[in-house]
């Protein structure tokens, strides 16, 4: 792995810790900070340096290292449906989806 790589490695691992950090203890983050540490995801995903499934995994250990419990306690077990790579579900959650007609209907 080059010093490039492993620089934007870390450089990801120190925004995610951040954010999620400042989330956590209540603080603000501006939505443009996830917007680049997306980007940075995403960068790290096209130059092959993590795969999505690897930048998924690093933010779940991250998340529960910090907060105490697994982004599924936070979002459910289906978050990867509603947020998918390199979109990370810390500032908004998905919108409850109810039905627009009977479930009894063909």
Do not use: K
Not at 61 to 79: C, F, K, M, N, P
Request: a negative charge.
């Amino acid at each position: 792995m080059s010093d490039t790589t492993n620089a934007l490695i870390v450089l990801i691992d120190q925004r995610l810790s951040d954010i999620i950090t400042r989330l956590h203890d209540g603080g603000d983050c501006p939505p443009a900070q996830q917007l680049r540490l997306e980007g940075l995801c995403e960068a790290a995903g096209l130059i092959g340096a993590l795969s999505p499934e690897e930048l998924c995994q690093r933010f779940e250990q991250r998340y529960l290292a910090i907060t105490g419990h697994t982004v599924e306690a936070s979002y459910g077990d289906r978050w990867r449906s509603f947020y998918s790579f390199p979109t990370l579900p810390l500032f908004a959650e998905p919108a409850p989806v109810y039905p627009t007609r009977s479930q009894s209907t063909p």
